[in-house]
């Protein structure tokens, strides 16, 4: 496993932000918050260490950012009143702004509309849109240019967050609380009548490498081609009696009962899962157990690839 972080995104340091000049020329911004934005633009392209050079979404969000001349954005989790995400300058407002949009949404909760945003030295717009995801809500705000418009990208923006950002950022307890509920249904009547007879049950669990390079390199209609060979690799080598369950398009659960670990072990020693001439790098754990089990979340911990 490499401990350095590969930077998948190199160019960065080629970028020019002369963009932003251009913003300034229409006078949507004033000089000392167009300082500030530079400043923080300049300062985060410096450090090849930043999320931005091997983060899809963070690598998403500056293209998307520059060309819209976003001052800030950031992404509320109403649930635990926590700020998930932010980026941009005047972050020491967001405070202020998230009590504005929880007082719009109480009194219109339909309503996604642009807001009027005032600084002492500037007048920007605020868009927001609230996002239901799983059991959670979150609220995915911008402050930009007020005579600009960049809905089609903040839209985008939007799909993206959903898409990607949300099951990546989440904990996994968080990502699979739902799964648990409904998961215990289906392997616990599956599992227990063999360890109740002290017959050995696997876990197999397969966690594989991220997927958005390949949706920056080929695009989503590439991704779901990649995705759905994937899973037709896997489940190709599993028995009739072997269970998989898809967690998401990166992870995969396979319940094989009355199997050793090392059986498992034999059958995936060294498997390649090449996929549209790429081979797709993964961990790969075993856990046998013999006792009964009540819930599996309680032993998620040991089943699971961290």
């Known amino acids: 496993m490499q401990n350095q972080v590969e930077a998948l995104y190199g160019n960065f340091h080629q970028i020019s932000l002369d963009y932003l000049h251009d913003i300034h020329k229409t006078k ?31 690598y998403y969000l500056f293209f998307e950012s520059i060309n819209s001349g976003i001052v800030c954005s950031f992404i509320f989790n109403e649930q635990n009143n926590r700020i998930m995400h932010q980026y941009g300058v005047l972050t020491s407002s967001i405070p202020d702004i998230i009590k504005r949009l929880k007082e719009q949404i109480q009194n219109d909760s339909s309503a996604q509309p642009d807001l009027e945003y005032k600084t002492s030295d500037d007048t920007l717009s605020l868009w927001f ?8 809500n979150f609220i995915l705000a911008a402050l930009f240019p007020a005579n600009v418009n960049i809905h089609a990208r903040l839209t985008r923006m939007e799909k993206v967050f959903v898409r990607f ?18 998961i215990n249904e289906q392997i616990v009547p599956q599992i227990s009548p063999f360890l109740e007879e002290g017959k050995p049950v696997t876990f197999t669990y397969f966690k594989f490498e991220r997927f958005q390079k390949f949706v ?10 990649l995705i759905t060979g994937l899973a ?26 009355n199997c050793e670990k090392e ?9 390649i899962f090449q996929v549209k001439s790429l081979i797709l ?10 006792i009964p089990i009540e819930d599996v979340a309680l032993h998620w911990k040991d089943i699971v690839v961290e």
């Open 28 to 58: 949507s911004l004033s000089s000392g918050l167009l300082e500030k934005l530079l400043n923080y633009w300049e300062l985060r392209l410096s450090d090849q260490r930043d999320p931005l050079y091997y983060d899809y979404f963070e």
């Open 129 to 136: 849109k609230r996002i239901r995801f799983r059991d959670g």
């Open 165 to 182: 950002y949300l099951p990546d950022s989440l904990h996994p307890e968080n990502r699979f609380h739902d799964f648990f509920s409904r």
């Open 216 to 225: 920056t390199i080929g695009g989503e209609s590439f991704a779901a081609e």
């Open 232 to 257: 037709y690799e896997l489940t190709s080598h599993l028995k009739k009696s072997d269970r998989c369950y898809v967690l998401n398009p990166r992870e995969y659960l396979i319940i094989s009962t």
């Open 263 to 271: 059986i498992m072990q034999k059958r995936f020693h060294r498997m």
């Open 281 to 290: 790098n993964y961990k790969v754990r075993y856990t046998t157990w013999r």
